[in-house]
């Protein structure tokens, strides 16, 4: 029993009252101000069933309003209204508003893809103070939790583990990451309207894309640009084509993808496909790196460096 209240009362130092986030909530008097006050993102297709399990057991430990499911409601849209939110209450004088600004701390739940997204849409906010992120391992590779210490294996759903783990949120120290932006141009196709890739198809590290401008003399062979940021690792040829393929035959078939042992099992599969481990014999000299992209780096110094890919490339990263 005694236990049970040791919990309950440190549970408090995550909790986030509902009218921070939804203006139209009436002011709650709180008496204590949390000292880790989070915002929980879940990808409840990550990790077979346990995204949709580690959602349940998040919202019954916090504030059903401080977790987020992300099929149902995007980072940018529930960051963008809570940090509007917080600053119209910080006008009015409101003490807790400006405290959980200052101390607050996200969690997000999900393969690298899903913390990538995270990322980029915290770096587009330009806050002075952006909120640390610690990652749930809840996709199949899982390299960036791993790279920050949180782990590779997906976790426990269960309500000792989740508590166990806002415990770590709690006493991690903030680490930065490298971000980079990509700019990716791309040739119009002869007698095709060219027109872009919808933002649905859109991969979540390249969320904002436009027209290149014609009177541009360097760019007329090209049609569309699209911008974005990675914080992991970026990839293109056979890799990034394992990857797509494995995405999209888990939005195909979804029963198939269910649990991390046989997503990795898939995923080796799709790999041997593509010649991982061996050449492929039907992989044309036309469809390597070199043939198909021109890649340039920026230097410290401003300037634009191209990077020379050998002939026989199939995957950059």
Known sequence: MENSFEKNNMLKEFYIPTYIFMPESSVEQVSHIPCCPVIVFINTRSGGQLGHNL??????????????????????????KLYNNVERLKRDGDTLASEIHRRLRLIVAGGDGTA????????????????????????????????FGW???????????????????????????????????????KRSPCDPIAPSDLPHSLHAFHRVPK???EDMEYSYTYRGGFWNYFSMGMDAQV???FHSQRKLHPEKF????????????LACTQGWFCASLSHPMSRNIAHLAKVKIMKKSGKWETLEIPQRCQRLT
Not at 120 to 137: F, I, M, N, Q, R
């Open 55 to 80: 959602l349940i057991t998040y919202r019954k430990l916090l504030n059903h309003a401080q977790v987020f499911d992300l099929l149902d409601e995007t980072p940018d849209k529930v960051l963008h």
């Open 116 to 147: 990538g997204w995270l990322l980029g849409v915290v770096s587009d906010l330009k806050l002075v103070h952006p909120p640390p992120v610690a990652t749930v391992p809840l996709g199949t590779g899982n390299n960036l939790p791993y790279s």
């Open 151 to 189: 782990g590779k294996r997906n976790p426990g759903t269960d309500r000792e583990s989740v508590i166990s783990f806002l415990k770590l949120v709690k006493e991690a120290r903030e680490i930065n990451i490298d971000s980079w932006h990509t700019v990716m141009r791309m040739k119009c196709p």
């Open 215 to 217: 009177t541009d003399p």
């Open 243 to 245: 990857s797509y393929a």
């Open 258 to 269: 269910k649990n991390q042992l046989s997503n990795q099992k898939q995923y080796l599969k």
